[in-house]
């Protein structure tokens, strides 16, 4: 009795060692760092994974490709705004990619990346990992509408990923775009339909870029936006 109730769940997704291990290599190859900046995402990890065990930060089949699917997938996005240090990312939740963004900006002078985050257990987290990596980040505990009344007048890029279709996301997000501010959004394959719906409302200048992580994803990056009606 005591070997069965120690047995493992049939469904258990937690990521072994050598799972980990050889899904942080195939990530740091595609998109690799710098040591500091490494140092720092192996804390943001091991924080993760820990609090993974009692709250749902990610998804719990992602747990073994953690490096693959939200690290390096997050990286990628600062090749879309190279001379960017002020960025701010909607809807953080555990940190994708503003937290990662920060972590890899960390060295450079003026960096700051605000993390917009309204659940209160993933805003805790947020600023757990803040503290524990040292990343210039600063986390607002409120939802979108209240965020953008009051946020910075310098910003070079605002993100948000898995947040919303685009429509919505260009609703919430037009108060800081409306400026000039660059969007990059990572979305997935439904990329053509969100477009084709959003220019109902906007007029956009974007480019869709290939996913350097998932062939079936896109970012989304926008120039300029303004309302067709």
Known sequence: MGALLR?????????????????????????PVS????????RFVELLLEWQRHTNLIAPSTERVIWTRH??????????AREARVWVD?????GFPG????????????ARVHLVESIGKKATFLREAIRLTAA?????????????KHAPKHIDVVTARALA??????????????SGTKGV?????DIAAELTEAAKYWNIKAASVPSRTDPRSRIVVVESITPSV
């Open 185 to 189: 959004f990572p979305k997935g394959q």
């Open 71 to 80: 690290i390096a997938d997050s990286l990628q996005v600062l090749a879309l």
């Open 165 to 178: 279709p685009l429509p919505k996301l260009f609703r919430e997000a037009y108060p800081l775009l409306k």
């Open 136 to 148: 210039p980040a600063d986390v607002h505990a409120m939802r979108i509408a209240d965020f953008v």
């Open 7 to 31: 047995r493992k769940p049939l469904h258990d997704t937690r990521a072994s060692a050598s799972e980990l291990a050889a899904d942080r290599e195939h990530a740091l190859a595609l998109m």
């Open 35 to 42: 040591r500091e900046t490494l140092e720092r995402l192996d």
């Open 90 to 94: 909607l809807g953080s939740g555990a």
């Open 99 to 110: 937290l990662i963004i920060a972590c890899a900006l960390a060295d450079e002078p003026g």
